[in-house]
C-alpha cells in the first residue's frame, strides 16, 4: 500500500470507530448493553487501525492488530499499558456476547466500557492527526 493509501485507509478507519461508537451508544440507550459491548469492541478495533495504518503498517487479523498495537504503541509509551487490557478486555467481552450465552453485563459498567472506548478513539485520533502534521 502506497503511503497515501494508508493515510486514506487511517482515515476510512477513524471514521467507522466513529460509527461504532454512534451504535454502541444507540444500543445502550436501547436497553441493549450486550451488544453495545459488541460495537464498543469494534471502535477500538478500528481506531487501533487507523493508528497503525498512520504509523505504515497493515495488519491482517484482530490478532495482528493487537500484536503490533502493543509492540509498536504500548511497548513504546505511545500509549499507556491500560490501553492494551482495554483492547483485551472488550475483544474477551465481544467474543462472550456473541457466542456465551451466559455472557450477562449492565448498563452501567457498558456505559464505562464505551467511555474508554470513546476516549482511546480520541487518543488515536490525535495521533493520527500528530502524525499527518509532523
Not at 444507540?26 to 487501533?48: C, D, N, Q
Not at 483485551?88 to 453485563?105: G, M, N, P, W
Request: net charge negative; aromatic share 8%; glycine share 6%.
Amino acid at each position: 500500500m502506497t503511503e497515501e493509501g494508508r493515510r486514506e485507509s487511517s482515515l476510512e478507519e477513524l471514521s467507522l470507530a466513529d460509527e461504532e461508537l454512534t451504535a454502541a451508544r444507540s444500543l445502550l440507550e436501547a436497553g441493549l448493553a450486550r451488544v453495545s459491548l459488541t460495537r464498543a469492541y469494534f471502535a477500538v478495533f478500528h481506531a487501533a487501525r487507523a493508528c497503525l495504518y498512520a504509523a505504515g503498517f497493515e495488519p491482517r487479523t484482530h490478532s495482528g492488530v493487537h500484536h503490533l498495537f502493543n509492540l509498536h504503541f504500548v511497548k513504546s509509551a505511545r500509549f499507556e499499558p491500560g490501553t492494551s487490557r482495554l483492547m483485551a478486555r472488550l475483544r474477551k467481552y465481544r467474543e462472550e456476547a456473541d457466542y456465551s450465552r451466559a455472557f450477562v453485563i449492565d448498563a452501567d459498567g457498558a456505559r464505562e466500557e464505551l467511555e474508554s472506548a470513546q476516549v482511546f478513539v480520541e487518543q488515536v485520533r490525535a495521533q493520527v492527526a500528530s502524525a499527518r502534521n509532523g
